[in-house]
């Protein structure tokens, strides 16, 4: 399926693995891009040679054209967009911040500038700045979140600028590949689905919570910090509500996360553990391979466009 966004990147297909905090790293992002979709490396807070050494590790993997993920919260982000040119990476997709001090640096080196928006106003921004696509997410995704929903969005973004969007938030199968094409976007990027591919380092502990999650399973901690955060149900999250509706201060609540991600991915541990997912986590039904899960999602999507379904 070519669209502007596999002419762009250089792939096969017209998906884009998310780049989530420790459980977007080379293993996972070379076997997406191995199997003809964008693999992604989440940089997230990791030192800028951390982040290097991840990218050699995917260039042993594949030849395939592959990306990083920069968070610009993180006190590293300027050491880190400098090591994503000096790696040549093809792509770059951005988060928690405003790029634009970097894109100029990133498009001299000839690397796409892909930032991850929430609004129409910072879409409208980042194609100012120079941005070569961006990526519309959807409330209903995992993780750090904005207000409005994917199906808002996305045709909202798509009329109101030229580059080629990205729909997020909410996709796991075909049917939300089609629905997103049909709502104006040119690819999808997906998290939920990948964080159960064979290839993803994630706990088993973590992988089993997602396939058995139902469509309830989800909520969102941090809206009164003015930071929400999708994740699937357990005591950490029963506690932080709690101490949020008591009010308490954003420096105890931040004692109560710390470390919480890195113990669901590496530790398995899903009762203290944040284990973020999307919405859609109800519809993730068993561990595949990359492979197997990009061919399945083309195939339906691909019938459903097509009038096959």
């Known amino acids: 399926m070519k669209t502007e966004i596999t002419e762009l990147l250089g792939i096969k297909y017209p998906v884009i693995q998310g780049g989530m905090a420790w459980v977007a790293e080379y293993h996972l992002a070379a076997a997406v891009s191995a199997a003809g979709g964008f693999g992604i490396i989440g940089a997230a807070s990791a030192p800028p040679e951390i982040v290097r050494e991840q990218i050699r590790k995917v260039k042993e993997l594949t030849d395939r054209p592959f990306g990083v993920n920069v968070m610009l919260m993180n006190p590293n982000a300027a050491d880190v967009a400098k090591v994503v040119v000096e790696e040549g990476v093809k792509a770059v997709t951005t988060g928690a911040g405003n790029p634009a001090a970097y894109i100029g640096m990133w498009k001299e080196a000839g690397i796409k500038v892909i930032p991850v928006v929430a609004s129409v106003a910072m879409a409208r921004m980042m194609e100012k700045a120079g941005a070569n696509a961006v990526v519309a997410e959807g409330t209903e995704s995992g993780g750090h979140i904005g207000s409005a929903t994917t199906m808002t969005l996305v045709p909202q973004v798509a009329d109101a600028v030229k580059i080629p969007v990205i729909a997020a938030g909410g996709i796991a199968d075909g049917r939300g ?116 899960i990009i061919e399945e999602i083309m195939q339906e999507a691909e019938a459903l466009l097509h009038g096959d379904k």
Not at 193 to 200: G, L, P, Y
Not at 251 to 259: D, F, I, K, S, Y
Not at 279 to 284: D, S
């Open 177 to 292: 590949v089609a629905a997103a094409m049909m709502l104006g976007a040119k690819a999808v990027q997906m998290g939920t689905r990948f964080i159960v591919a064979k290839e993803s380092i994630v706990h088993d502990n973590y992988k089993e919570r997602v396939i058995r999650a139902k469509d309830i399973d989800s909520e969102v901690t941090g809206r009164s910090t003015g930071h929400p955060i999708r994740v699937l149900r357990n005591k950490m999250t029963r506690e932080y509500l709690k101490m949020e509706a008591d009010g308490v201060s954003l420096e105890e609540l931040e004692v109560l996360t710390l470390g919480s991600l890195r113990k669901a991915v590496m530790d398995g541990d899903v009762v203290n553990g944040s284990l973020m997912a999307g919405q859609i986590a109800g519809l993730v039904k068993k561990e595949q391979t990359c492979q197997e």
